[in-house]
């Protein structure tokens, strides 16, 4: 009687402890990935060594939730040569199934400044490619990577 009463009591911890981690599981969301694109990059101040940029980013978020963005690091690829990189401390909620635009800067070497300069000046670009890649920090959330290409025809530049 007394193995029947030990043996329940450990079958009913048992069930409790899957409980309680199934219910924890629960509470634990999932998160995809946002999508981050630039929207503008414009050049704030030139000086003989270092180029500031002011770059505007589209964070779109795909979960059904909002999520709360405490900071980015970033890396612009130009023609896929480096350009520029940065990091933000920007803090952000973005909204469940929405977008954001935030503003941050980035910064260039005079030497990656003057290599696409040069590429442009020569005409040879048709196509002008660009990649931004980087991590995006998240309150409650391990960071995330991401990875954004794209391209622009130059005729169509303006």
Do not use: W
């Not at 629960?26 to 981050?36: A, C, N, S, W």
């Not at 690091?73 to 929405?98: C, K, M, R, W």
Request: hydrophobic letters at 40%; charged letters at 15%.
């Amino acid at each position: 009687m007394e193995d029947n009463r030990s043996l329940c009591s450990f079958a009913t911890v048992v069930i409790s402890c899957i409980l309680l981690l199934t219910g924890c599981a629960g509470l634990y969301k999932q998160i995809e990935t946002p999508t981050i694109s630039v929207v503008d990059l414009q050049l704030v101040e030139a000086t003989v060594f270092e180029q500031n940029y002011s770059i505007q980013l589209r964070i779109q978020n795909p979960n059904a939730f909002e999520i709360p963005v405490k900071g980015l690091q970033y890396t612009i690829e130009l023609n896929d040569q480096h350009f520029a990189s940065g990091v933000s401390s920007h803090s952000a909620v973005i909204p469940a199934l929405d977008t954001a635009v935030i503003e941050v800067e980035a910064r260039s070497t005079l030497l990656s400044f003057f290599r696409q300069f040069s590429n442009l000046q020569q005409g040879k670009l048709e196509t002008f490619s660009y990649r931004l890649n980087g991590k995006i920090h998240l309150v409650g959330f391990r960071s995330q990577p991401f990875d954004y290409r794209g391209e622009m025809l130059l005729s169509n530049a303006p």
